[in-house]
C-alpha cells in the first residue's frame, strides 16, 4: 500500500492534551494511532491507561464513524478523527436492571419468617424493574424533536412552561380538573376569526 501524508484530528481531552491537528504519513487507518504514539510523548500510556480513566475511543474517516474492521482500509486522502467517548453512555436501562435484581434478592430473602407477605410483591416489583429496564436498554429512544432547534420548534411560553413539545415516546400526562402547572403539550392550535 502506498503512504499517505494524513491529516489526524484529535477531539475533546485528546485535542487539548497532545494538540487537536497533527499530519502522519501512514498507509491505512489503524497506522494512525501507532504513528501518534511513536512521535508523541506520553501519547500511547494514555491510550492504554484510558479504560481505567473510564473513556474508550470513536474513530471517524471524513465523517463517517468506522469501526474494527475498517481499521485496515488503505488511506486515500481522507481526515482521521480520534474522538474519546465516555464508557458507559448510551446505556440506558443498566442500573435500573441492577436496581431491579437487588429488590428481587431482598424479596427471595424477605420470604421467610414474617416477611412472607410482603416478600413474593417485592420480587414482582424487582422483575418488573428487570423487565422495564431490560426493554429500555434494547429500544433506544428517537431523537424526535427534543434534539432539534429550528425555528418551528424555539421555546414559547405561549401554552404554560418554556417546554411545550414532547419526543415521541416519552409518558404523557393525564389531567382532571383545570391545569396550573406547565407541561408537555401535544396538540394545540390558534385559529383566527373574523370580528365584524
Same mark, same amino acid.
Given at each position: 500500500?502506498?503512504?499517505?501524508?494524513?491529516?489526524?484530528?484529535?477531539?475533546?481531552?485528546? #485535542?487539548?492534551? =497532545?494538540?487537536?491537528?497533527?499530519?502522519?504519513?501512514?498507509?491505512?487507518?489503524?497506522?494512525? #494511532?501507532?504513528?501518534?504514539?511513536?512521535?508523541?510523548?506520553? =501519547?500511547?500510556?494514555?491510550?492504554?491507561?484510558?479504560?481505567?480513566?473510564?473513556? *474508550?475511543?470513536?474513530?471517524?474517516?471524513?465523517?463517517?464513524?468506522?469501526?474494527?474492521?475498517?481499521?485496515? =482500509?488503505?488511506? *486515500?486522502g481522507e481526515v482521521i478523527r480520534i474522538v474519546p467517548v465516555v464508557i458507559g453512555s448510551k446505556k440506558a436501562g443498566f442500573?435500573? *436492571?441492577?436496581?431491579?435484581?437487588?429488590?428481587?434478592?431482598?424479596?427471595?430473602?424477605? *420470604?421467610?419468617? =414474617?416477611?412472607?407477605?410482603?416478600?413474593?410483591?417485592?420480587?414482582?416489583?424487582?422483575?418488573?424493574?428487570?423487565?422495564?429496564?431490560?426493554?429500555?436498554?434494547?429500544?433506544?429512544?428517537?431523537?424526535?424533536?427534543?434534539?432539534?432547534?429550528?425555528?418551528?420548534?424555539?421555546?414559547?411560553?405561549?401554552?404554560?412552561?418554556?417546554?411545550?413539545?414532547?419526543?415521541?415516546?416519552?409518558?404523557?400526562?393525564?389531567?382532571?380538573?383545570?391545569?396550573?402547572?406547565?407541561?408537555?403539550?401535544?396538540?394545540?392550535?390558534?385559529?383566527?376569526?373574523?370580528?365584524?
Amino acid at each position: 500500500m502506498q503512504e499517505v501524508m494524513t491529516r489526524i484530528e484529535l477531539s475533546g481531552m485528546l #485535542g487539548k492534551k =497532545f494538540g487537536k491537528t497533527h499530519h502522519r504519513l501512514i498507509s491505512c487507518i489503524h497506522e494512525a #494511532g501507532i504513528a501518534l504514539a511513536k512521535t508523541i510523548p506520553g =501519547f500511547e500510556k494514555f491510550m492504554i491507561t484510558s479504560k481505567e480513566r473510564g473513556l *474508550t475511543y470513536a474513530v471517524f474517516k471524513d465523517e463517517k464513524n468506522i469501526g474494527l474492521d475498517d481499521l485496515g =482500509f488503505p488511506i *486515500t486522502g481522507e481526515v482521521i478523527r480520534i474522538v474519546p467517548v465516555v464508557i458507559g453512555s448510551k446505556k440506558a436501562g443498566f442500573l435500573q *436492571t441492577i436496581l431491579g435484581a437487588v429488590i428481587v434478592a431482598v424479596g427471595a430473602i424477605a *420470604t421467610f419468617g =414474617f416477611g412472607q407477605a410482603w416478600g413474593v410483591n417485592v420480587m414482582m416489583g424487582g422483575g418488573a424493574m428487570i423487565l422495564g429496564g431490560v426493554v429500555q436498554m434494547l429500544s433506544p429512544q428517537p431523537a424526535g424533536l427534543a434534539r432539534k432547534e429550528s425555528a418551528d420548534n424555539k421555546a414559547s411560553y405561549a401554552f404554560g412552561g418554556v417546554t411545550n413539545t414532547a419526543s415521541q415516546g416519552y409518558p404523557v400526562p393525564l389531567l382532571y380538573g383545570k391545569r396550573r402547572i406547565g407541561g408537555a403539550i401535544i396538540s394545540a392550535g390558534i385559529y383566527v376569526e373574523d370580528q365584524q
